[in-house]
């Protein structure tokens, strides 16, 4: 069996496959220097002028703070009606199924 370096990078369809193979190795490039941690490039999200948006904005300061703003805004007082809801809605998709298994695509949708 040969032995492999921490880091194994691999051609794969026009992109590149980075392979961690210790914990530490992992550790140090994903915790420690998040400047390793950035979204991909979309030239089409910036033709259209979307690059300021939270799911496409580039690790910084700015991602940080609007993060933050996001979760103290909008995740507070969710967390306790999001298991709720989705309990709703899984014993009415299970009900779906069960009554019209042939529907399976339609029920999941919703």
Same mark, same amino acid.
């Given at each position: 069996?040969?032995?492999?370096?921490?880091?194994?990078?691999?051609?794969?369809y026009?992109?590149?496959?980075?392979v961690?193979?210790?914990i530490?190795?992992?550790?140090?490039?994903?915790e420690?220097?998040?400047?390793?941690?950035?979204?991909?490039?979309?030239?089409?999200?910036?033709l259209l002028g979307?690059? !300021?948006?939270? /799911?496409?904005?580039?690790?910084?300061?700015?991602?940080?703070?609007? @993060?933050? &703003?996001?979760? $103290?805004?909008?995740?507070?007082?969710?967390? !306790?009606?999001? /298991?709720?809801?989705?309990?709703?809605?899984?014993?009415?998709?299970? @009900?779906? &199924?069960?009554? $019209?298994?042939?529907?399976?695509?339609?029920a999941?949708?919703?």
């Amino acid at each position: 069996m040969s032995k492999s370096g921490p880091l194994i990078s691999l051609p794969s369809y026009g992109a590149t496959v980075v392979v961690i193979n210790t914990i530490e190795v992992a550790v140090e490039l994903l915790e420690r220097r998040k400047i390793f941690a950035c979204r991909p490039r979309w030239p089409m999200v910036e033709l259209l002028g979307r690059q !300021d948006n939270i /799911g496409f904005t580039y690790y910084g300061e700015r991602l940080k703070k609007m @993060r933050k &703003l996001l979760h $103290s805004t909008v995740f507070t007082g969710i967390s !306790d009606k999001w /298991g709720v809801l989705l309990d709703d809605h899984s014993a009415i998709l299970c @009900r779906a &199924l069960m009554e $019209s298994p042939t529907t399976f695509y339609e029920a999941t949708e919703r």
